[in-house]
Nanobody, 117 residues
Framework: QVQLVESGGGLVQAGGSLRLSCAAS?????MGWYRQAPGKQRELVAH???????NYADSVKGRFTISRGAAKNTVVLQMNGLLPEDTAVYYC??????????????WGQGTQVTVSS
């Protein structure tokens, strides 16, 4: 069982930035972020594997950057140019790539990101 703890959510105005961090309790391979907005399905935001290969949802390309943190087993999501439609609960996760698809296995509790217009 891998425990994941997120931090860094909050309230920001449109056009602003937030930085989310996540720490895993043990060694991980691929880590990522999903988000879920009110009334919508949970969706992939980005993921990164152990050698730094990244993948992003089209809606965040060019605005969000995922990276491995300085500390082992951490991942950071830098969010710039935030839009009201980025408002959601953001979930850190870790899992594996299966047939070129990221499959999360363990999830954090989530952190709220609210972007005001």
């Amino acid at each position: 069982q891998v425990q994941l703890v997120e931090s860094g959510g909050g309230l920001v105005q449109a056009g602003g930035s937030l930085r989310l961090s996540c720490a895993a309790s043990s060694s991980t391979n691929t880590m990522g972020w999903y988000r879920q907005a009110p009334g919508k399905q949970r969706e992939l935001v980005a993921h990164i594997n152990s050698i730094g290969t990244t993948n992003y949802a089209d809606s965040v390309k060019g605005r969000f950057t995922i990276s491995r943190g300085a500390a082992k087993n951490t991942v950071v999501l830098q969010m710039n140019g935030l839009l009201p439609e980025d408002t959601a609960v953001y979930y850190c996760n870790t899992g594996a790539i299966v047939s070129s698809r990221y499959i999360p296995v363990y999830w954090g509790q989530g952190t709220q990101v609210t972007v005001s217009s």
